[in-house]
């Protein structure tokens, strides 16, 4: 076979798993070919691994790049849209990343076998998605158990096993689908004991498929919203973040919010939403209780004797002379002291009592530098997006805001909520029900907005709690204990949603244990990994 062919093959072959990954994933996707998406990139190791080619490892190296870059391109090429420069690091290094796991892999099934290294695959991945859901530079948006968020009765599991468990399904299938093909078209067993061993490995995929979804639709037809009834309005102002958010004034931008909210509050609501940054000038904390548009939102509050106010802001916190001060900190240029930047989210009463909560996941190179002890230099170079640009502050626990009533909510901000684990401190902490304020507008009408609204059905999902969406240009929405969109709103357009959701203090299996699946597989793969690494230099020294 001329090497030209051997070429377009190995090319074809590597773009189908991209496409294949692309064509699955929400929220426009059809679900079921995830389960045969990486068979192909499968198919084209075992190709290059019985070829006499040099380098084997690195020639597979090329390849899954391409297969991973054309899924990760195809799939979030929308971070385009809010920074060009950025969206071209981002791709390129999660690229990067998704490709060690299966270099590993190939290193592993080269020194341990088949067998080995196979199962390694599902090691490396799942010990992969585990540290990217936890380190600075984390982006975890195609976390393989995401591919379900628009399927949520298929993984009603996930209050045991969050969406690692959902990744472990995934190549689980994919890996069995991978051995049935070979054995198909293989030469290297004898015809019958291939059909029997095929025969056998087709049941085990069916029952590999078809076990849990049983089991989900069964849960699924047996959930039902639990706790206390919570009266609640969302707001979606619909402010153009690039030209009106932060040129117009904050004032405007708080009267359209009350207005909006004004048409269907009433004597019964308990809690009103905005969303991210809705007050966008930088307040400093400790004048917060004083600022004209908390004073405003305070005053508007006297004619709705139970509702609090759940919105974003940006804020600013001084650091006193002799004040330990972060590592984000950022020097005042005209005198020597310092202050940190903050997203935040505030709750305040109709009495002026206020609460702050702090973003705390950061999206790296926008709101943060990865590691600023060791990057603090390059601030300079970060992504301006909302007025402020440098590494934001964050606060070390999660803490829930508590109306007088003594009702607990989640607050999540923006990009918090993809993160399943992270979330969990709020609901052991006896949290009722999520509140994510988000402003989605910067990626324009793409389906960038629409993965983020789909994705937190998997977190009601994952803890059974209510969730009540405020998105700046949409989608707002309310989700139900099941995963299921009990309301929503369209894309950019002005609109206010009501809906009495209930609030309880159940604590999930997963909400108690988080990604226990990713803690175990990432030390799977350490230890077997070093096994591999320690073996391959003890037989070189020989």
């Not at 939102?297 to 919105?311: N, V």
């Amino acid at each position: 076979m001329s090497s030209l062919l051997v070429f377009f093959r190995r090319f074809g072959t590597a773009l189908l798993t991209g496409l294949l990954l692309w064509l699955s994933w929400p929220e426009r996707g059809f679900t079921p070919l995830i389960f045969g998406a990486f068979v192909p990139l499968l198919w084209l190791e075992r190709q290059i691994e019985r070829s006499k080619d040099s380098r084997k490892g690195w020639r597979f190296f090329g390849w899954s790049f391409l297969a991973l870059g054309t899924w990760n391109g195809l799939t979030t090429w929308w971070i385009w849209n809010s920074t060009d420069v950025g969206a071209i690091v981002a791709l390129g290094l999660n690229t990067l990343f998704m490709c060690v796991p299966w270099a590993a892999f190939h290193l592993t099934k080269r020194s341990h076998g088949p067998a080995t290294g196979y199962l390694s695959l599902i090691f490396y991945w799942i010990g992969f998605e585990y540290l990217h859901l936890n380190w600075d530079i984390s982006w975890p948006w195609l976390t393989l158990g995401n591919v379900f968020a628009t399927h949520p009765e298929w993984v009603q599991w996930y209050e045991y096993t969050g969406t690692l468990g959902g990744s472990l399904w995934v190549l689980g299938v994919n890996l069995l689908i991978f051995q049935i093909i070979k054995n198909v078209f293989g030469r290297e067993l004898l015809a019958k004991l291939r059909r029997i061993n095929t025969l056998v490995l087709s049941a085990n995929m069916v029952g590999l498929i078809l076990l849990p979804l049983f089991f989900s639709v069964w849960r699924y037809q047996r959930v039902s919203d639990k706790g206390e009834p919570v009266n609640v309005v969302v707001v979606q102002p619909n402010i153009d973040p690039y030209n009106e958010k932060f040129n117009g004034t904050g004032s405007a931008q708080v009267a359209k919010l009350l207005q909006l909210a004004s048409t269907e509050a009433d004597s019964t609501t308990d809690l009103i939403i905005g969303p991210e940054t809705a007050l966008p000038d930088g307040l400093w904390e400790e004048q917060i209780g004083i600022d004209k548009d908390v004073r405003t939102i305070r005053t508007w509050l006297q004619d709705y004797p139970k509702a609090s106010f759940l919105a974003g802001l940006s804020s600013y916190k001084q650091y006193q002379a002799g004040e330990a001060v972060s590592a984000t900190a950022r020097k005042f240029k005209d005198a020597d002291a310092y202050y940190d930047a903050y997203n935040s989210a505030m709750l305040l009463d109709r009495d002026g009592n206020l609460q702050l909560y702090h973003k705390s996941r950061l999206v790296p190179g926008v709101e943060k530098m990865p590691y600023p002890k060791l990057f603090g230099f390059l601030e300079d170079y970060a992504i301006e997006l909302g007025g402020t640009s440098g590494s934001l502050g964050m606060q070390k626990n999660r803490t829930n805001f508590e109306t007088a009533s003594g009702l607990k909510i989640a607050p999540a901000i923006c990009y918090e909520s993809i993160y399943g684990d992270f979330l969990r401190a709020y609901f052991r902490g006896g949290a009722g029900f999520l509140a994510v304020i988000t402003n989605d507008g910067w990626w324009g009408n793409t389906p960038g907005y629409r993965q983020h609204f789909e994705y937190a059905r998997l977190r009601a999902v994952e803890f059974r709690k209510c969730v009540a969406r405020s998105a700046n240009t949409g989608i707002s929405c309310f989700i139900n204990q099941r995963g299921d969109v009990v309301a929503q709103s369209g894309w950019w357009e002005d609109a206010v949603l009501k809906h009495t959701l209930l609030a309880n203090d159940r604590v999930t299996f997963y909400a108690r244990h988080g990604d226990y699946i990713g803690f175990l597989f990432a030390f799977l793969a350490v230890s077997l990994l070093s096994f591999v690494l320690f073996r391959k230099l003890i037989s070189r020294s020989r």
